[in-house]
Antibody, heavy 119, light 110 residues
């Protein structure tokens, strides 16, 4: 069974840092591209980061440029999101999502982890 | 600010057909596949439609997708109470070099 489990969320002050993790199981993690998608409270979905299976291609949204960094460790079946210079508007539930082959979309999602940026 | 525009809400009675629209541009819907995601209250999104009109296994054939030019639509036929959810379209955007989601449509079964 495919599972994606995010962790690392919590309360952080503006300007602070947080590192999110996404533990993958039930599939060959190193074969799949991955994404981070966030959802502010009561708002819609916002894609923020993509990383290819080998980390050779990375794309990101302008809203996180220069502040967030995506990475992965295929040996540990894990995806990461390093978040620096956090702002109040970064408050959201952060989901990791698997990017299926052949343009099948984000076929599996984690349950999400809440990040709250507040003083 | 979402690049793909959806009507905020739609509603219908059980058994009715509801259609949700998604408007984009030549850099996203006009040149790339459209995906649809369903988000039930308090849960993570779920893939509903891929490659404009394909359903993953397990998704009822009551859900259908289509694309025409720079717009796409999701139709739900035989509406059921469990279809009450938020629905989002998505596509890759060549100009932004990233995925973009629609603004979301809340479907209510009255």
């Amino acid at each position: 069974e495919v599972q994606l489990v995010e962790s690392g969320g919590g309360l952080v002050q503006p300007g602070g840092s947080l590192r999110l993790s996404c533990a993958a199981s039930g599939f060959n993690f190193s074969d799949y591209s991955m994404n981070w998608v966030r959802q502010a409270p009561g708002k819609g979905l916002e894609w923020i980061y993509y990383i290819s299976s080998s980390s050779g291609s990375i794309y990101y949204a302008d809203s996180v440029k220069g502040r967030f960094t995506i990475s992965r460790d295929n040996a540990r079946n894990s995806l990461f999101l390093q978040m620096d210079s956090l702002r109040a508007e970064d408050t959201a539930v952060y989901y990791c999502a698997r990017d299926a082959y052949n343009f099948v979309g984000f076929d599996y999602w984690g349950q999400g982890t809440l990040v709250t940026v507040s003083s | 600010q979402s690049v793909l525009t959806q009507t905020p809400s739609a509603s219908g009675t059980p058994g009715q057909r509801v259609t949700i629209s998604c408007s984009g541009s030549s850099s996203n819907i006009g040149s790339n596949y459209v995906y649809w995601y369903q988000q039930l209250p308090g849960t993570a999104p779920k893939l509903l439609i891929y490659r404009n009109n394909q359903r993953p296994s397990g998704v009822p054939d009551r859900f259908s997708g289509s694309r025409s030019g720079t717009s796409a639509s999701l139709a739900i036929s035989g509406l059921r109470s469990e279809d009450e959810a938020d629905y989002y379209c998505a596509a890759w955007d060549d100009s932004l070099s990233g995925y973009v989601f629609g603004t979301g449509t809340k479907v209510t079964v009255v």
